[in-house]
């Protein structure tokens, strides 16, 4: 019986120290440089160290893998702006094909620029012809008054709010018309961009005037 459990011992004993041996083998070392530069091997890495890179060396010293250098502040910005730039390439390679899909040569926004200026012009038109009419009443409403004045009569509320309302006609087709002016600004920019556009991407040049007006005569 005793003779049974020294033998289990033994191998007991035999197997940690195997065990011990093959764990020891396993464990890792680092090389590194330290603040002074100097190469330093250890089973550890201060936390500043690794900011500078190191090597993961076997326990026969061979090199398992090396760890680059933390980037820096100037490496991580340029990173970021190289990423921003790719990002913007694509939303632009997005638009290109979107803007090829809507016209196929510069002409055919420049066509598309007119006929929609021409709309809204149209519209300004139909409003300063409307304020031509309102402005006409407005006179004779005023010129009824200045008789009633003049006459010593006194001016009926009700002629007083026509005339009121009729100023007020004026200002909200005038700001119409401003808002409607200012959307054919934008929308000369927008269409000009898109013409520029074009004609890089295409590599054909525009032919028509940007001024629809050259193109009525």
Do not use: C, W
């Not at 033994?10 to 890792?28: E, P, R």
């Not at 090199?63 to 820096?72: L, M, Y």
């Not at 340029?78 to 997005?94: D, G």
């Not at 934008?186 to 040049?205: P, Q, S």
Request: aromatic share 2%; glycine share 4%; hydrophobic share 35%.
């Amino acid at each position: 019986m005793a003779n049974r459990l020294t033998a289990l011992s033994v191998k007991t004993t035999a197997l940690a120290l195997a065990l011990g041996f093959s764990a020891q083998a396993a464990a890792n070392m680092y090389r590194y440089t330290d603040e002074n530069g100097q190469i330093v091997i250890s089973s550890t890495i201060p936390q500043e160290a690794t900011k500078r890179g190191y090597d993961i060396l076997s326990n026969n010293g061979r090199v398992i893998e090396t760890i680059p250098p933390a980037p820096t502040e100037e490496e991580i910005a340029a990173r970021e702006a190289e990423k921003q730039r790719q990002k913007e390439l694509a939303e632009q390679r997005e638009q290109d094909r979107a803007l090829l899909k809507r016209f196929s040569h510069p002409d055919q926004a420049v066509k598309a620029m007119h006929r929609k200026v021409r709309e809204l012009e149209g519209l300004i038109q139909l409003k300063r012809g409307n304020i031509s009419v309102i402005s006409s009443q407005l006179d004779n409403e005023q010129s009824r008054a200045a008789n009633m004045e003049r006459a010593g009569r006194e001016i009926p509320e009700g002629t007083l709010e026509k005339i009121r309302r009729l100023e007020a006609q004026i200002r909200d087709i005038e700001r119409e018309i401003a808002s409607q002016t200012q959307e054919i600004d934008e929308l000369r920019k927008a269409f000009e961009d898109d013409i520029e556009r074009l004609e890089e991407v295409t590599g054909e040049a525009r032919t028509l005037p940007l001024d629809h007006t050259k193109t009525d005569n």
